[in-house]
C-alpha cells in the first residue's frame, strides 16, 4: 500500500494547536486559583440544607451515612443543619449565582485537602500530617479520587467495595489476588486496608506497619525470638526476600518453586540433594529459624 504524504498535514496540526489554546483560555478553562478569584459566596449568609436541596433534588439523603446527613444530624457540629454549605460553604449568594457556593471538584489536589482537613486533620486512618507523607499525596491524588462528598457507601467511598476501588488504579493486585497462592482478600478475610493505609506515608507501601511486623501480626510463630535466626529474615528484604506479599502460582507465595534456598546458597550443587525443596525433603524444615539447630533441622 503506497504511504500517504502527511507534509501538508503538519502545518495543519500547528494551526489547530494553536486554535484549541486560543479557544481554551476564552472558554472559562481556568486554574483553581481563577476560579477561587470568582467565588463570590465567602460572605454570603448560610442558608440552611433544606433550602439548597429545594433545587438539589438529586442529593437529597437517602440515608443517615452520607455527609449531608451526619453533620445535619450532629447536634455538635458547627455546621448543624448546614450540612451542605459544611463543603460548598455559604449560599446565601448562590441563587441565581453559580460562582456564589463552592464546587469542590474544580479544587486541586491540594485545595481539596484543605477543604476536607477542616473536619478530617485526624479522624480514624486520616491524620494530615502523615497524608502529606503517602504516595497518593506525592502523585498529586486527591480526597475525590477515592470519597464521594454524596456517597453514603463505608468511608464514603465511591465504590461500595473498597477492594475494586483499590484495582481501578492498582489492576496488577487483581491478577496477584487470583493466583494460586494469595492472601485471602477475595474470600473476605482480609482487605487491603489490612495492611495498607491510604492515607499515610510513615512506613514504605502505605503498609500500617514497618513490613516484617506487618507479617508478624498474623503469623506469629514465625517471628521468634529464635537461638538461630534465618539470615534472610534479619537482612536483606526480610519476609518479602522468599515471599510475595499479595499472589504468586508456587506454593506459600514464595518467589521461587524449587531453587529458592540457592538464590542465596550458590555453593550448594542441587544435585547432591534429595528430591523436593530443601525444606519439603524433610531437612531444613524450621527454614524461619530454629531453637535447635543452626542449619534449622527439625
Not at 476536607?116 to 479522624?123: A, G, M, P, T, V
Not at 486520616?126 to 502523585?139: C, F, P, V
Not at 491478577?175 to 494460586?180: H, L, P, S, V
Not at 499479595?246 to 550458590?266: E, K
Amino acid at each position: 500500500m503506497p504511504q500517504r504524504n502527511l507534509s501538508w498535514f503538519l502545518p495543519g496540526a500547528g494551526l489547530l494547536v494553536l486554535i484549541l489554546i486560543l479557544l481554551s483560555s476564552s472558554a472559562g478553562w481556568t486554574t483553581e486559583d481563577d476560579y477561587m478569584a470568582g467565588y463570590t459566596g465567602a460572605d454570603a449568609d448560610l442558608t440552611g440544607s433544606d433550602t439548597c436541596v429545594m433545587c438539589h433534588r438529586d442529593y437529597v439523603p437517602e440515608s443517615l451515612f452520607s455527609h449531608q446527613a451526619y453533620i445535619d444530624n450532629d447536634t455538635g457540629s458547627e455546621y448543624y443543619g448546614f450540612g451542605c454549605e459544611g463543603c460548598h460553604g455559604p449560599g446565601g449568594n448562590h441563587m441565581g449565582d453559580p460562582e456564589g457556593i463552592i464546587n469542590p471538584p474544580m479544587l486541586d489536589a491540594e485545595g481539596i485537602t484543605d477543604l476536607c482537613s477542616k473536619c478530617h486533620s485526624n479522624l480514624r486512618t486520616y491524620d494530615l500530617q502523615e497524608w502529606n507523607l503517602s504516595e497518593h499525596y506525592m502523585l498529586d491524588d486527591s480526597c475525590l479520587g477515592c470519597h464521594g462528598g454524596h456517597s453514603d457507601y463505608d468511608d464514603f467511598l465511591t465504590y461500595e467495595s473498597s477492594e475494586e476501588l483499590c484495582y481501578t488504579c492498582h489492576m496488577e493486585k487483581r491478577a496477584e489476588f487470583n493466583m494460586r497462592s494469595h492472601h485471602p482478600l477475595d474470600e473476605g478475610i482480609v482487605g487491603c486496608d489490612s495492611c495498607h493505609n491510604p492515607h499515610s506515608g510513615v512506613y514504605d507501601g502505605q503498609l500500617v506497619a514497618d513490613s516484617d511486623e506487618l507479617c508478624f501480626s498474623c503469623h506469629a510463630d514465625k517471628e521468634g525470638p529464635f537461638i538461630y535466626d534465618h539470615p534472610a529474615a534479619t537482612a536483606g528484604d526480610g519476609c518479602t526476600t522468599c515471599h510475595f506479599a499479595h499472589g504468586s502460582n508456587t506454593d506459600s507465595l514464595l518467589v521461587l518453586p524449587h531453587r529458592l534456598c540457592l538464590q542465596c546458597h550458590t555453593d550448594k550443587e542441587p544435585s547432591i540433594h534429595h528430591p523436593g525443596t530443601c525444606w519439603s525433603s524433610g531437612c531444613h524444615v524450621d527454614v524461619h529459624g530454629s531453637n535447635t539447630h543452626p542449619l534449622f533441622f527439625d
